[in-house]
Nanobody
């Protein structure tokens, strides 16, 4: 059974930081491209950041320079370090793992940026 379990969300003030974690089980984690997506109320889900099995990263323009995606294959975990958070970063953040035709999602974790 495949599971992706996110943690680390919460309420933070503008300018603050959070680190999201996603731990996978039931897959050969090291071969999967891992990503973080987010969905704000009334909006479509959007890609935030991805990291390839080889460690190549890519980010949506709105988070470049503020967010960092990383992975620890020994721990089957992908991280999203989020700095200088803005109210517009408020959303449910989802972890995704993709390899060939296999595509898995976590349950999501809420991030709220508000004073």
């Amino acid at each position: 059974q495949v599971q992706l379990v996110e943690s680390g969300g919460g309420l933070v003030q503008p300018g603050g930081s959070l680190r999201l974690s996603c731990t996978a089980s039931g897959i050969i984690f090291s071969i999967y491209r891992m990503g973080w997506f987010r969905q704000a109320p009334g909006k479509e889900r959007e890609l935030v950041a991805i990291i390839s099995s080889g460690g190549v990263t890519n980010y949506v323009d709105s988070v470049k320079g503020r967010f960092t995606i990383s992975r620890d294959n020994a721990k089957n975990t992908v991280y999203l370090q989020m700095n200088s958070l803005k109210p517009e970063d408020t959303a449910v953040y989802y972890c995704n793992g993709q390899f060939a035709r296999y595509d898995y999602w976590g349950q999501g974790t809420q991030v709220t940026v508000s004073s």
